[in-house]
């Protein structure tokens, strides 16, 4: 028994002993593994190289929806949204009138872009206007334009913007409404496309352009999604379409309330929610900046509808439909430079501050001057497109649109202050370009086809007079 235990303790001694050093050696080298780590290395950066492909597909795939329904939402401000916008607001004798000026447009707009008007804005990298490399569309397909949109097709880049030139020449029909006749109207809106938007949009948004601030820009203004390109080019445009062709019949001594604020509040409610295309599809991707642009568009819309409502308010001791809806788009249009720079609470600000401006504007300064804007596109486009695009110097953040690089300030707010001065630059080139432009172009229009219908039509109605139709019949 003893020897057994002696044995035993032999035998543990040992195995203990030997333990160490079996795990100080290290594991002989499989023959196989040796021969295909090579090829499994491979294999891993082959599966990574593929990730990466499938997810920059789905980047692709996700901007390129988001960016079509933010096309078909902008072609929405002008048709139903702005015809229904204008069409309430006129007389009933001219609603079908100011509807086809709009309709129209979608049309003849579309054809000029295709033609030569996208590459004048977006071809070449000229300081004042493109040239003529995508004529015709030539070379314009589902590869993307890495100076523009590096995740979207083309195609996709092209048709959104179309949408932007389709709207605006709409505006100015705002000031000209029941009084300029159809033809002129098509002649004024080809030449004033070509020889003040397509500048302008190149200048602002164009590589190269005089305006760009992100494309080499001799003095970079910000203009998220068209304050200057837009709302002060076609609101200025449209007052001196108003001074030029003088007041409609009977204004301002007979009364020419709306004849269905229905339609315009329904067409209110369009615009505003189209908006959200217009603004925050200018990030031109379904990211961050997309969702930036669409609350800062949300909120500048909803400031002002409040703030025109109690300027109204005060003076007359109530808030009307009219003003509501006419503040919101006052809020829109002023938000639509900064909606990309912008945090929330400056959204807010801006929205405040341009209802009330601009409700100051449609019924003090329009009576001051005494001109005939019909249906107030200057007061709401020029005037909201102008303090709009000055509040954007000021309010602009870097951290919400690191536009000039990461750590570089952008506006007031980042202790960039010159960058009020770059903006008011851009205004006055908006305001310049407008103004001359469009006073050049009404003189040919009006040596062409005339610009004004004769005082019987316009007593009779444009309805009748320019399309042989009414919008209404009344007959039992």
């Known amino acids: 028994m003893k020897r057994m235990g002696i044995l035993c303790s032999c035998i543990l001694t040992l195995v203990l002993s030997s333990l160490p050093l079996r795990a100080q050696q290290p594991p002989a080298a499989?023959?196989?593994?040796?021969?295909?780590?090579?090829?499994?290395?491979?294999?891993?950066?082959?599966?990574?190289?593929?990730?990466?492909?499938?997810?920059?597909?789905a980047q692709s795939a996700a901007d390129n929806a988001w960016m079509l329904v933010s096309a078909a939402l902008v072609l929405m401000m002008t048709g139903p949204g702005l015809a229904l916008f204008y069409g309430g607001l006129v007389r009933h004798k001219n609603v079908l009138a100011i509807m086809m000026q709009s309709f129209a447009l979608m049309a003849l707009i579309t054809v000029l872009w295709a033609l030569v008007g996208y590459s004048l804005c977006f071809g070449g990298s000229g300081p004042v206007i493109g040239n003529f490399q995508f004529a015709m569309l030539r070379g314009v397909g589902v590869v993307p334009n890495a100076d523009y949109a590096a995740t979207i097709p083309q195609l996709t880049f092209m048709v959104y913007q179309l949408m932007f030139a389709v709207i605006?020449?709409?505006?100015?029909?705002?000031?000209?409404?029941?009084?300029?006749?159809?033809?002129?109207?098509?002649?004024?809106?080809?030449?004033?496309?070509?020889?003040?938007?397509?500048?302008?949009?190149?200048?602002?948004?164009?590589?190269?352009?005089?305006?760009?601030?992100s494309l080499g820009g001799r003095f970079p203004t910000l203009d998220f999604a068209g304050g200057t390109v837009v709302h002060i080019t076609s609101g200025v445009s449209a007052l001196v379409c108003a001074l030029y062709m003088g007041k409609r019949v009977g204004y301002p001594k007979q009364p020419m309330p709306p004849h269905s604020m229905v339609l315009s509040f329904i067409g209110a409610c369009l615009l505003w929610v189209g908006w959200f295309g217009f603004n925050a599809g200018s990030a031109l991707s379904s990211g961050g900046l997309a969702s930036s642009a669409f609350v800062a568009t949300h909120f500048g819309a909803a400031a002002a509808a409040l703030s025109w409502s109690?300027?109204?308010?005060?003076?007359?001791?109530?808030?009307?439909?009219?003003?509501?809806?006419?503040?919101?788009?006052?809020?829109?249009?002023?938000?639509?430079p900064a909606a990309g720079f912008v945090d929330p609470l400056?959204?807010?600000?801006?929205?405040?501050?341009?209802?009330?401006?601009c409700y100051w504007m449609v019924t003090k300064f329009k009576a001051m001057f005494g001109y005939d804007d019909a249906l107030d596109a200057f007061g709401v486009h020029g005037a909201g497109g102008t303090i709009g695009a000055l509040l954007t110097g000021i309010c602009a953040r870097m951290v919400i649109n690191p536009i000039y690089g990461e750590g570089k300030p952008v506006g007031g707010f980042d202790g960039h202050w010159g960058q009020v001065g770059n903006q008011l630059m851009g205004i006055l080139v908006a305001w310049v370009l407008a103004i001359v432009g469009t006073f050049?172009?009404?003189k040919i229009v009006d040596a062409v086809t005339g610009v004004r219908v004769t005082e019987d039509q316009e007593i009779e109605g444009l309805d009748i007079t320019q399309h042989g139709e009414e919008a209404y019949n009344l007959e039992s």
């Open 346 to 357: 400056s959204a807010l600000g801006i929205g405040f501050v341009a209802g009330a401006f």
């Open 168 to 213: 605006t020449p709409a505006l100015i029909t705002g000031a000209t409404a029941e009084r300029m006749k159809f033809s002129g109207t098509l002649l004024f809106m080809t030449l004033w496309f070509l020889l003040v938007y397509a500048p302008m949009a190149h200048m602002v948004w164009g590589k190269g352009g005089f305006l760009n601030a």
């Open 440 to 442: 050049v172009i009404l």
């Open 310 to 336: 109690a300027a109204e308010w005060l003076k007359t001791g109530r808030a009307s439909a009219l003003g509501a809806i006419s503040g919101a788009v006052a809020g829109l249009v002023a938000i639509t």
């Open 30 to 57: 499989s023959p196989a593994a040796s021969a295909t780590s090579p090829d499994a290395a491979k294999a891993v950066a082959d599966k990574l190289n593929q990730l990466d492909q499938r997810v920059t597909a």
